[in-house]
């Protein structure tokens, strides 16, 4: 997991640092509405770490991570940037510096590939060459062929493809922070597994200062160094790592949103390699399990046989020993 | 009425008399005097028929788009700018000539058939252009403004290219309404294809020149259509395109 201003300098093209991030009591009021949208929001992300804001509808995840870029003016608070207050920037400005990732992407329909991830080193001024290779380089961080994907329209392009190229936009200037709202919303459970594998996989590359929206607390978990729950009216229930929050809610309203099966959902946090296996010494097992499935995962597959034990292997397929209910039930205790 | 006050201006055409066999024979139609005239009617007619449409399509487009920009910034606006121009787009052209001739400084000028003219290309090209900007899809106009677009930058180069096929259409139909209606305004001014349409009107018995001149106004409006319809495969390469 990546650790406070752990940015790293090198990389594909020797990434800027990451920046830390702080809201200080930021409070959102639309005008003709009693209720705040946001009230009293203070909490910070250090550098290069995931903060998810989760909550059930009409908490404002959207509209605080919206804050953020001066998309929706504050009405109260403030919010450091790399210890810089965001208004004192020129908006527009400001924009170029913060990735932008919206649920529905919001390709360009009528540029390409290319062009679309072009898009802010373009609005920045960059000579032409750069642009170019600093495209051809981000295609190849997703996993395209420059010379394939590149020349297509979004039209062209599947749901999963239009995701990455939508975060491939986003890092094009190499921006300090990313604000990434239900990325992965609008796509089918297999393919978003999939999409936020790579992108965990990406963001242990390149990392980035993450505020990334979802009101899928298996996503939030799944996804965040830091988990910020939100209730009613913007208010900040509990800001915490995903491990302690599941294991001590803040308060009723944090235990019924992480939902009755945390003691479960803690399970799938850590892996086989976290545990002390038994040794086999003859035992009947009923099947393999790998090493670097989740004790969630083991659990499932154990009650789907019957109980019975089963073997796990590491990624070479060498047997690492058994694992059993008695022993996965002791570590719920 | 106006056909009175427009008849001595309408030259003869016919070429004085009857000077070929099937002009004789008042056939519907005569190929050789339409060889014959070319030079001299035709080709002089469908030259000033095309500036005449160019202008008018060309005037009326920059009065539609910067009418739909700025309804497109002030909604108010739309309302009584689509009243006026369905006001001017639903006035029958003869009786629209009638109005404006007797304006001071316009009479049986060009500049009455061009004012009459550009007058029906407006609703067409102000609706279509300002439905196309409205259509640009709401997340990508949020992820441009996002990513540090300012309004200009956004006009430019995400709002006016995803509207350019709902511009274009609006202005295939102007073209097309405005070179059939310039026939028409040969009444004011006497030039284009009207001219040598009015000719044959008043000609009771020989219809070779309508139906020479008629043909050659449908051809130019089917011809400009094309050019139009290649000009906008040409502008908007991605909506050719599908999985």
Known sequence: MPTPNSAQTEGPSAYRQAASLELRHVSKRYEGQREPAITDLSFSVPAGEVCVLVGPSGSGKTTAMRLINRMIPLSGGDILLGERSVLEREPNELRREIGYVIQQIGLFPHQTVAENIATVPRLLGWERSRTRARVDELLELIGMDPQEIGPRYPAQLSGGQRQRVGVARALAADPPLMLMDEPFGAIDPINRARLQEEFLRLQARVRKTVVFVTHDIDEAIKMGDKIAILRQGGALAQYDTPAEILTNPADEFVAEFVGADRALKRLGLATLHDVELMARDGAVVAGQVALSATIKDALSKLLAEGGKPLEVVDDGGTPAGIVTLELLGGLLS | ?243
């Open chain 2, 1 to 243: 009425m106006l056909l009175l006050a427009a008849g001595p201006v309408i030259p003869t055409f016919g070429g004085g008399g009857s000077s070929f066999s099937c002009e004789r024979a008042n056939r519907l139609f005569c190929p050789s005097w339409v060889s014959h005239n070319w030079g001299s009617v035709l080709w002089p007619a469908l030259r000033q028929h095309v500036e005449l449409t160019l202008i008018a399509v060309a005037i009326g487009f920059v009065i539609s788009t910067t009418l739909a920009l700025i309804a497109y910034r002030r909604r108010w606006l739309e309302r009584p700018v689509l009243v006026v121009t369905s006001i001017l787009y639903t006035i029958p052209s003869l009786a629209l000539f009638e109005l404006l001739e007797p304006v001071p400084g316009l009479g049986l000028s060009r500049t009455t058939a061009e004012i009459a003219l550009v007058s029906y290309t407006l609703l067409i090209m102000f609706r279509n252009t300002l439905t196309g900007l409205r259509e640009v899809p709401p997340d990508v106009r949020d992820a441009a403004a996002g990513m540090g677009m300012g309004p200009l930058q956004l006009l430019l180069r995400i709002e006016l290219p995803l509207a350019l096929p709902a511009i274009i259409a609006g202005l295939r139909i102007a073209t097309v309404t405005v070179i059939s209606l310039a026939t028409v305004a040969s009444l004011i001014d006497n030039e284009g294809l009207g001219a040598p349409i009015l000719s044959a009107i008043a000609n009771e018995v020989f219809k070779t020149e309508l139906i020479a001149a008629g043909g050659m106004a449908v051809v130019l409006a089917l011809m400009a259509d094309g050019v139009l319809v290649l000009l906008q495969r040409r502008l908007t390469p991605w909506t050719r395109t599908a999985i």
